[in-house]
């Protein structure tokens, strides 16, 4: 019997197995069970052989998250918010590797001050300034940040409405590779 056109045939299908299997990425998203402020979900992140996890988020979420590709190389954009006591939120985004020497190692990483508040005595009226960032984040061949800086002032007097301070618009660019 002529096991020659077998073998072949075993051996095309076993190329175009692990081909697929190279391609292929996967998640899976996990809360954390107690769901608390300070507890982090995971996401599980498959690509053939190579499996890993990504902790991050909050009160028991995973990270949002987006395959991006950059000078034709797969990646994963990250981000989640977190907020601290005393009126402070920050935004944390992540660039991860998708290769297989640095499967899912950092590339980048940016974490922006998005909100705070802070109590202040201002004219002898107790007043809460109010710093917001509006962050908008776009990938081509590298992250930019479209921020929007809003501050402002309220009063904490009956019927007295917040004042705008001031507002400023800037843009951050980083390279990826």
């Known amino acids: 019997m002529n096991y020659k056109p077998l073998l ?41 052989s190579f499996s890993d996890t990504i902790y991050g988020g909050q009160w028991g979420n995973t990270v949002n998250y987006k395959l991006v590709k950059i000078d034709k190389k797969d990646y994963i954009h990250t981000s989640y918010n977190y907020g601290f006591a005393m009126g402070e939120t920050h935004t944390i985004h992540k660039i991860l590797s998708l290769d297989e020497d640095v499967f899912l190692e950092s590339v980048f990483e940016k974490e922006i001050k998005i909100y705070q508040e802070t109590h202040r005595k201002y004219n002898g009226i107790p007043t809460n300034f109010i710093f917001e960032k509006e962050v908008q984040v776009s990938i081509k061949n590298g ?35």
Request: one cysteine or more; glycine letters at 6%.
């Open 8 to 48: 072949v045939i075993l051996i095309f299908g076993l190329f175009y197995t692990n081909a697929q299997q190279k391609s292929e990425i996967s998640f899976k998203e996990v809360k954390h069970k107690y769901g608390c402020r300070n507890c982090y979900g995971s996401l599980v992140v498959k690509k053939g």
């Open 143 to 177: 992250i930019e940040f479209d921020i929007k800086l809003v501050v402002s002032y309220c009063p904490e007097v009956e019927d007295v409405p917040c004042d705008q301070l001031f507002e400023e618009s800037y843009i951050e660019f980083y390279k990826i590779n």
